[in-house]
């Protein structure tokens, strides 16, 4: 499968790791342009390909990891990705690191509203870097991620990807409802859950 980091920051990079590590090659996106990822793409492996992010859209699952105070800009510069599914790791954070004010809506909604033509899915903005940067597999158990979408089919070939990675994927429904439990600020958010066998 081919994928897609838009916003190579240390988050994208632990996730990129995973995709290559899994066998999918990840085209690597930023708003500076392939060259300035030609070094962090050698280091993660032959399957990560710097690109620039006119081309983002040649992918079929797309990781949106970029800051919030960003995320208008993204939505402007990224090309059209009708149809795409597109990630969402994002938090509604701000630079100050108060939490944004949404008005009620869950932070994905937003997201789908910015990319409207997108298949939004929301999993692993629950966790800090550690947690996703770290082996999913824990003992004889695997870490759980929460996964919220409003596209079935889209939330299957995520949690697909996240059981390749080795963690554990829990469904929690769609973005108005499930997503609001694991972003910042959520019942779900920041907790360490693994599952063990019975």
Request: hydrophobic letters at 45%; zero cysteines; aromatic letters at 6%.
């Amino acid at each position: 499968m081919k994928t897609a980091i838009i916003g190579t920051g240390k988050i994208g990079e632990a996730i990129a790791k995973k995709l290559v590590k899994a066998g999918h090659s990840v085209l690597l996106t930023n708003n500076k342009g392939a060259e300035s990822l030609k070094n962090k793409a050698t280091s993660i492996g032959n399957l990560a390909i710097p690109t620039d992010l006119s081309k983002v859209n040649q992918a079929e699952v797309l990781f949106l990891t970029v800051r919030w105070s960003h995320l208008k800009q993204v939505a402007a510069d990224v090309p059209n990705i009708e149809g795409k599914i597109l990630v969402d790791v994002t938090n509604p954070i701000l630079d100050d690191m108060s939490f944004d004010d949404l008005k009620g809506k869950a932070a994905s909604e937003i997201v789908q509203e910015l990319f409207p033509k997108a298949r939004v899915v929301k999993t692993l903005n629950h966790y800090f870097l550690k947690w996703i940067a770290a082996d999913p597999k824990v003992e004889n158990g695997n870490r759980i991620a929460f996964v919220s979408g409003d596209d079935t089919e889209a939330k299957n070939t995520v949690s697909n990807l996240l059981h390749e990675f080795g963690f554990k994927p829990i469904d929690l429904g769609n973005l108005a409802t499930g997503s609001k439990l694991q972003q910042a600020g959520g019942s779900l958010a920041a907790l360490n859950i693994v599952s063990y066998p019975a």
